[in-house]
């Protein structure tokens, strides 16, 4: 089972992203900020990070900094979710070398569509939440 990291301070939103996650037989681990975030990804070597930009304590940005300069999470791709509607925030996280964003709100079809990109057998994953709503 692939293993995802989702960083969200919204305690709702991260409790419905990590149910869809948990019903397509993804192991989910969860943090609040980017900070608690950072110790995880260290310990828990994740295969993919989902992170929110805007956090308590150490936002996304730094998170993902934070990651890029760690040899042991540099590698691990890393997807900005964001409920911000300025193409700057967007472009500004894809420039500094974030593997892909998804925009809040977002449902389960937009957020398995984007982790297609990184695992293959996602549409097991999409029909089963699907069948489950």
């Known amino acids: 089972m692939k293993k995802i990291l989702l960083v969200e301070d919204n305690t709702d939103i991260r409790e419905n992203v990590s149910e869809m996650l948990a019903l397509a037989e993804f192991i989910v681990i969860t943090a609040e900020n980017g900070q608690t975030g950072l110790m995880l990804a260290i310990s828990d070597r994740p295969d993919l990070i989902l992170s929110d930009i805007r956090m308590p304590v150490s936002d996304g940005y730094e998170f993902f900094e934070s990651l890029k300069k760690n040899e042991v999470t540099k590698n691990i791709p890393f997807v900005f979710m964001t409920s911000s509607v300025e193409e700057k925030d967007v472009l500004a996280a ?4 974030a593997d892909g964003y998804i925009r809040k709100p977002f449902d389960e079809n937009d ?3 984007v982790l297609s990109k990184y695992f293959n057998n996602i549409t097991t994953g999409l029909n089963m939440v699907s069948q489950n709503n």
């Open 94 to 97: 894809l420039k500094n070398g």
């Open 111 to 113: 957020l398995f569509e």
